[in-house]
């Protein structure tokens, strides 16, 4: 009976007769570590909903620092274009909380060297994510006219995809849209609010995503209340309480 050992000796046996010996061995590391970068990303997937979708931002910190030093240790062991893409979305994960906790000269150099990373994968969604990210990043530090660039250039990219992360994305393009016209810096008002909400509940409602709904029902009731339509803004709050429940 083959053991797992065994198993994996052969394998290097007949890889090795027909491309050589160094050809086999690389072919068979990729192989381990490719499933190693899976688990990996599996990890900080987990850390964003278990850790922090609930708050706990220290404890999703560390899993996301500790993931991304295991990365590294990975090195050429994996393809460079994987190697990037999770890259980024791990420097991504940090640069969220940092935000979020104020630390924000941490929050651009993450922002920064993520982009680089996603621009580096080749991976066009992956990249749509790191420009949201990254544009959130120069709203909070001033550098505005860079941040609308770059949440102009996600849009067009989540657009040519109609995967669910693709609609995911284009959705919360719409939130962040509406967030930015209520703040002031997009022209609009109450009108444009609830253009942009109403079209992140189109995209999102078919995929239930439920934050995203979340946000989108609550930005559209406020600009609706503005508008003395108290009736109209009662349902979004019910919607939006409804999906607070669903993502319990």
């Known amino acids: 009976m083959l053991t797992y050992k065994s198993y994996s000796a052969v394998g290097v046996h007949i890889l ?5 010996l ?6 068979l590391a990729n192989r381990v570590s490719m499933k190693d970068i899976k688990t990996l990303e599996e990890e900080i997937e987990n850390a964003l909903m ?3 979708c609930k708050d706990d ?3 999703a910190l560390k899993v996301y620092q500790d993931a991304e030093a295991e990365l590294h240790d990975m090195g050429n062991t994996v393809p460079k274009n994987e190697y990037n893409r999770v890259l980024a979305y791990c420097l991504m994960r940090q640069a969220n909380i940092f935000r979020q906790i104020g630390r924000l000269p941490y929050a651009m150099e993450t922002s920064e060297r993520g982009l680089q990373a996603a621009k580096d994968s080749g991976d066009g969604l992956t990249l749509a994510r790191n420009l949201m990210d990254a544009c959130a990043t120069n709203f909070v530090t001033g550098k505005i006219d860079l941040g609308l660039e770059q949440v102009e250039e996600a849009k067009l990219l989540f657009q040519k995809g109609d995967s669910f992360d693709h609609k995911q994305g284009e959705g919360w393009y719409w939130i962040l849209r509406a967030d930015l016209v209520n703040a002031g810096i997009v022209d609009g008002g109450p009108d444009e609010t609830i253009i942009s909400s109403t ?3 189109d995209i999102l ?3 239930e995503n439920w934050q995203g709904l979340v946000r989108a029902y609550s ?6 209340k503005a508008q003395g339509k108290e009736d109209e803004a009662e349902k979004d709050r019910l919607e ?4 607070k429940l669903a993502g319990e």
Request: hydrophobic share 40%.
């Open 16 to 20: 090795a007769q027909k491309y050589g």
């Open 22 to 27: 160094a050809k086999a061995i690389n072919q």
């Open 50 to 52: 278990d850790l922090e």
């Open 57 to 59: 931002l220290e404890g």
């Open 199 to 201: 079209k992140a509940i």
């Open 205 to 207: 409602l078919p995929i």
């Open 219 to 224: 930005s559209r009731a406020t600009a609706l």
């Open 240 to 243: 939006e309480e409804k999906w």
